[in-house]
Nanobody
Framework: QVHVVESGGGLVQSGGSLRLSCQAS????????IGWFRQAPGKEREAIGG????????YYTDSVKGRFTIAGDNAENTVFLQMNSLKPEDTAVYYC?????????????????????WGQGTQVTVSS
């Protein structure tokens, strides 16, 4: 069993920054990817980024490219989502998830079905 916990959410003004953390513990596979997702009120959950734990490659959806950065700390089994230049439309519950990484992760990172274990989510609110 794998346990996933996000932290770091909060309230920030437009243009500000937040850093979310995602820590996976338990029986993690040798190679597992971490995906970040968010769900805004009244909207479907969307994938915003992912990181390959095999080679460190990162992937982002267009709406966050250049503003959000994913980085991993292998020693601590922790992945960070650094969010800069936040906008009110970034307001959402943010989730991280993990699953065993396959060879096609780079072209499929945004599929929720790839991730077996999910955190409880952390609220990010950006005020205008």
């Amino acid at each position: 069993q794998v346990h996933v916990v996000e932290s770091g959410g909060g309230l920030v003004q437009s243009g500000g920054s937040l850093r979310l953390s995602c820590q996976a513990s338990g029986s993690t596979p040798d190679y597992y990817a971490i995906g970040w997702f968010r769900q805004a009120p009244g909207k479907e959950r969307e994938a915003i980024g992912g990181i390959s734990r095999l080679d460190g490659s990162t992937y982002y959806t267009d709406s966050v490219k250049g503003r959000f950065t994913i980085a991993g700390d292998n020693a601590e089994n922790t992945v960070f989502l650094q969010m800069n230049s936040l906008k009110p439309e970034d307001t959402a519950v943010y989730y991280c998830a993990t699953g065993e990484e396959g060879p096609a992760y780079g072209t499929s990172w945004y599929y929720e079905v790839l991730y077996d274990y999910w955190g409880q989510g952390t609220q990010v609110t950006v005020s205008s």
